[in-house]
């Protein structure tokens, strides 16, 4: 098959009035489609309905140390919801504390902890001339949403197959020393799809950093969010506490997951995890802010999911929803684009995302093109940091939320876009 | 009846031989009882189970504009339980955020707001040499750990009957553009039960401030929190915000309430009303911290406590069990303590304390032999800023946790160890 950047100016133009026309009768349907968020549907959400019934006014209420779960108190979290939540961050209860319901707020409190107050006895960011922060591209908007709210500076690094680029990672982290932290979504990663290989791992856990208070934000938000039920078709993630206790860096990360993606996402419970320095620092710097989170709510997630089995049981009834969602977009996006060189694509095992990387300079037309034709799509540019690709050429595909017939017709007019904008982009050359 | 101070040597010497005894034979006891924070009992918390039946897999889960209320999003709380926290916080709904769980956190991150970015375009607060807080004294001891955290330097202010010494407010906010901001429990005071007059709130309200962006926090934690049914023993309490609007001064203040002592605390809603040059810069700078809080808690809330009526009628049911409790003390303090001139306390009409003065330089002695004694009460010291009782006199007196049987017996050891602790105190001199 021909590229569409080998083919003469005649049939581009061809092709661009087929799409054209094709452009037209999408838009004449009036859909309103959405695949934007990362958000589970309406039938994930079913799986969940039980653990609305597992505490009734009849229910015993008390934890098993006998708290009485509807009082204040216990800051770090119920046991019980520790040894849970261990589960999901590779970690012993001990190094847990459970919070309330958004990993997304541990993480910023974290940051604003290490900004306001400093970490480990170094300085408070705050009172430093500047500080910046590595992030890998594609990304998490909402991470970068965190770094640039306290105006720390961002420095995109480039994703490969097996994490981020290593090279240019230890590169930074040992040549400046206002370079304090990265962030990492290790495995299925928001929007790629990659897990990070152990060597990525142990090279994060033992690299040189010239800041002595450097810290990895381990977002493990899709930790048991496998697509296929196979093992063997199941990513792998060695765990950034075993390495950096093995590279002698014990203090260097801060580990987060949530259950939000498992129950109701804004009604579950979310966690963290550090060495037993970081974990004490952080409930002494906590203690002032609350009196405790919703411990009712930590025991309903204990009572439904039970241990590791239980959400693994859970998380097999999600992807036998959402895996057809990612073979109908893998499956749109090869019949539509493959061999035409303008757009390549992630293939997932697990997480939430495809990551698709548009012909250079189009995705930001490719989105308004959905849009127009009443698909929304995630911003062009959300996966850098500032909103800024400088490729204008990665897009975030989210096909969990729409039912499969609608993600189809989605996916449709997706394809439809992309080669309209490439084609259009081709034919100003 | 002679008090402590005018007897003789022998008289008060017989006094201490006979409250020896008596002390011994409470030892003797192994009691186990404890007052120390403002926790509902038991049988209040019981009140609210039905709300714990009212979302059940079965139920609706949608809010009355359609949210599903499982899924993410809704960053400042659902439109109906914006109405519901908006008649706790005497505000229209479009003033009202609503957040998680604890009216602390709101209160420590709104602080934290102004101080890592800054409120109405004035500097961050941590970028100025010094800031300094008003803290009006008997006060609640977590407000103080709140301010203490973040370096901020606490001035006390006496209370009065009618709210904070205001001739010494106007003058601290007046004089000095480092005073940033104010403590208030302004209903039914923490510890002292006090609540603020017409006059004292417009004088907040009005009185000049050398720092423009001076800042009231109004924790109205007891707005709802009656001990007697008939409106003629209720406090009434001018809203601020109103006072403000009129004194043109309409961005000086942050209004916060929570459901912690209506239904469960910690597993309860909690919501902050301002102005809208407020609100919107709160919403602004919460947005990278959450996608939401807990939509689900927010519309258990709602359909459990419905509105105004609702929650007075439930504020009732809470009223019977604690009235008995307040009245106990008072008796408990009147019978053993009227007359001997090293004792007063407050008799509150709503809210959560019993703020006793034990004689100058006797309260960190009473609390320790309180405690010796299986009686814990919240430490001498804690109703003052850096936990420092210049006087080491008050003592928070919060009856609402033990059954009425223990409170009594506590009340008797209480009692004994003020009269024991003033004895000692007065033989030594």
Same mark, same amino acid.
């Given at each position: 098959m021909t590229t569409y950047h080998e083919m003469p100016r005649a049939e581009l133009e061809g092709i661009k009035a087929r799409l054209d026309e094709e452009y037209a009768a999408i838009k004449a349907k009036g859909l309103a489609l959405n695949m934007a968020r990362g958000k589970p549907s309406s039938a994930q959400l079913d799986l969940s309905l039980p653990l609305l019934d597992i505490l009734d006014s009849k229910a015993d209420l008390h934890?098993?140390?006998?708290?009485?779960?509807?009082?204040? =108190?216990?800051?770090?979290g119920l046991p019980e919801a520790k040894a849970l939540m261990a589960t999901l961050l590779d970690d012993t209860p001990e190094n847990v504390i459970v919070f309330g319901n958004s990993s997304l707020s541990i993480m910023y409190d974290t940051v604003?902890?290490?900004?306001t107050f400093g970490t480990g006895g170094h300085a408070p960011w705050c009172t430093l001339p500047a500080v910046k922060w590595i992030c890998p591209v594609p990304g998490?908007?909402?991470h970068f949403g965190v770094t640039e709210a306290f105006g720390i500076e961002m420095i995109p690094v480039a994703m490969n197959d097996d994490g981020p680029d290593m090279d240019e990672v230890e590169r930074l982290?040992?040549?400046?020393?206002?370079?304090?932290? /990265?962030?990492?979504v290790p495995k299925y990663s928001n929007p790629g799809g990659v897990t990070y290989s152990d060597e990525v791992v142990r090279r994060l856990a033992s690299m040189e950093?010239?800041?002595?208070?450097?810290? /990895?934000?381990?977002?493990? +938000?899709?930790?048991?969010?496998?697509?296929?039920?196979?093992?063997?078709?199941?990513? +792998?993630?060695?765990? /950034?506490?075993?390495?950096?206790?093995?590279?002698?860096?014990?203090d260097r990360y801060f580990k987060f997951a949530s259950t939000s993606k498992i129950t109701f996402p804004g009604a579950g419970i979310a966690a963290f995890a550090a060495s037993p320095a970081n974990v004490a620092e952080t409930k002494r710097?906590?203690?002032?802010?609350? /009196?405790?989170?919703?411990?009712?709510?930590?025991?309903?997630?204990?009572?439904?999911?039970?241990?590791?089995?239980? !959400?693994?049981a859970h998380m097999r009834a999600h992807a036998a929803i959402i895996r057809p969602k990612f073979e109908l977009v893998a499956r749109k996006l090869s019949e539509g684009l493959a061999g035409t =060189? !303008? =757009?390549?694509?992630?293939?997932?095992?697990?997480?939430?995302?495809?990551?698709?990387?548009?012909l250079e300079g189009?995705?930001?037309?490719?989105?308004?093109?959905?849009?127009?034709?009443?698909?929304?799509?995630?911003?062009?540019? +959300?996966?850098?940091p500032y909103k800024r690709d400088p490729h204008d050429s990665n897009i975030r595909i989210a096909p969990t939320l729409p039912p499969l017939e609608e993600l189809d017709e989605a996916m449709d007019v997706f394809v439809c876009c992309v080669k309209l904008a490439a084609v259009e982009k081709l034919l100003e050359a």
């Open positions: 934890a098993a140390d006998g708290t009485d779960c509807r009082n204040y =108190g216990v800051v770090d604003m902890r290490c900004w998490y908007d909402r982290a040992a040549s400046d020393a206002s370079v304090k932290g /990265i962030w990492c950093c010239a800041a002595e208070d450097f810290r /990895i934000f381990w977002d493990n +938000a899709y930790c048991v969010h496998h697509l296929f039920d196979d093992a063997a078709q199941q990513d +792998a993630l060695l765990d /950034i506490g075993v390495a950096c206790q093995e590279a002698g860096t014990p710097l906590m203690g002032p802010q609350t /009196i405790g989170h919703d411990k009712l709510n930590q025991l309903r997630h204990v009572r439904f999911l039970k241990d590791a089995e239980g !959400i693994a =060189g !303008i =757009g390549s694509w992630s293939n997932p095992r697990g997480g939430y995302f495809v990551s698709f990387d548009a189009t995705a930001s037309r490719t989105v308004t093109l959905a849009k127009e034709a009443g698909v929304v799509m995630t911003g062009a540019g +959300a996966t850098w």
